[in-house]
């Protein structure tokens, strides 16, 4: 029975490693522009105090369509 059960289980694996990944949706970037509110919580000292509070996020313009930073404001990396 365990054996079978392993077997199986393994099966469902490799089966699911080998299928193509879903494609993501892609957003238009505008749909960002807005206020985004909600509410933070987590940990913030060494003792494990919980902290939290309400945050807004306002987006005001979206430049380009690309994640991360603009890469004219990367910090430098030091020369090797």
């Known amino acids: 029975m365990t054996r079978t059960l392993l077997v199986l289980l393994t099966g469902l694996a490799v089966l699911g490693a080998a299928l193509p990944a879903t494609p993501q949706t892609s957003v238009d970037p505008q749909s960002l522009v807005g206020d985004w509110t909600g509410t933070w919580s987590g940990r913030v000292s060494m003792r494990g105090s919980k902290n939290s509070g ?3 996020l ?4 979206v430049v ?4 991360g930073p603009p890469q004219d ?3 430098e990396r030091a020369p090797r």
């Open 64 to 67: 380009r369509d690309q994640e």
């Open 73 to 75: 404001r990367l910090p």
């Open 58 to 61: 306002r987006i005001t313009k």
């Open 54 to 56: 309400e945050y807004v």
